[in-house]
C-alpha cells in the first residue's frame, strides 16, 4: 500500500527558513498535499502541487517536487514563532479520493 | 460557508458507554471522510462516502465502530460499547472533485475534531 514518511521533528529559530521533507511510494500520485495542525485543530490546507509540475511557490511557501526520488519538501521562508505547529504531508493517487498521510513533521519555531 | 461542523468538539465518557460523533460537511462536497488521530498510530481513516454511500469502510477497526451518512448534510460515527483504547481525536473531513485546466482536482477540508476520552 501507499506509503508517506516524515521525519518527526525539526526545530528552527525564528528568522531561519525551515525545510520539510517528505518521501513517497505512490508513483501513480496525482497530487501531493501539505497540510497544517495547530494545537487543538483539525488539519488546514497550506498548498498542493499536481505531479507535473517540479515547483510551486506561494509568498513564503514553497514546494518542492521531485518525481524520479519521490520526493517532496516543504520551505518556509522566514519563519515565525506563528508557524510551529505539525506539518502532514499527502498523497492522492489515481482515484483522488483517498488521501494518505504521513506522520507529521512537529515544528518548533525558537525566537 | 462554516466549513465542516463536529460535534461535541469534547466526549468524555465511561468504558461501555455508546458514543455518537456528529459531522455536517460542506455545502455541495460529495465525499465525506472520518479519521481517527493518535499518538502512537498518527491520522488513520476510518470509512469514507460519496453521496451518502460507504464506499470504503476498510479503516474501521471492529463492529464497535458504525458509521452513517442519512443525507448530503449529515453523517454519524458510533462506537457502541466504547473503550479506553478508544480515546483520540476523531476528525470529519469533505470533499468534492472538480476539473479546472482539464486537471481534475480534489482537495479534502477538515473539521475542527472530536478530542474523545474513555475512562
Known amino acids: 500500500g501507499e506509503d508517506v514518511e516524515q521525519s518527526l521533528f525539526l526545530s528552527v529559530r525564528e528568522g531561519d527558513s525551515s525545510v520539510i521533507n517528505c518521501t513517497y511510494t505512490?508513483?501513480?500520485?496525482?497530487?501531493l498535499y501539505w497540510y497544517k495542525q495547530e494545537p487543538g485543530a483539525g488539519l488546514q490546507l497550506l498548498t498542493y502541487?499536481?505531479?507535473?509540475?517540479d515547483m510551486k511557490q506561494d509568498q513564503r511557501l514553497t514546494v518542492l517536487l521531485n518525481k524520479k526520488d519521490k520526493h517532496l519538501s516543504l520551505r518556509i521562508a522566514d519563519t515565525q514563532t506563528g508557524d510551529s505547529a505539525i506539518y502532514f504531508c499527502a498523497e492522492s493517487p489515481d482515484n483522488f479520493n483517498k488521501f494518505y498521510f504521513g506522520s507529521g513533521t512537529k515544528l518548533n519555531v525558537k525566537p | 460557508d462554516a466549513g465542516v461542523i463536529q460535534s461535541p468538539r469534547h466526549e468524555v465518557t465511561e468504558m461501555g458507554q455508546e458514543v455518537t460523533l456528529r459531522c455536517k460537511p460542506i455545502s455541495g462536497h460529495d465525499y465525506l471522510f472520518w479519521y481517527r488521530q493518535t499518538m502512537m498510530r498518527g491520522l488513520e481513516l476510518l470509512i469514507y462516502f460519496n453521496n451518502n454511500v460507504p464506499i470504503d469502510d476498510s479503516g474501521m477497526p471492529e463492529d464497535r465502530f458504525s458509521a452513517k451518512m442519512p443525507n448530503a448534510s449529515f453523517s454519524t460515527l458510533k462506537i457502541q460499547p466504547s473503550e479506553p483504547r478508544d480515546s483520540a481525536v476523531y476528525f470529519c473531513?469533505?470533499?468534492?472533485?472538480?476539473?479546472?485546466?482539464?486537471?481534475?482536482?480534489?482537495?479534502?477540508?477538515f473539521g475542527a475534531g472530536t478530542r474523545l476520552s474513555v475512562l
Open positions: 473531513a469533505s470533499s468534492s472533485q472538480w476539473t479546472s485546466g482539464g486537471l481534475v482536482k480534489n482537495i479534502q477540508y
Open positions: 505512490d508513483s501513480s500520485s496525482t497530487y
Open positions: 502541487i499536481f505531479s507535473n509540475m
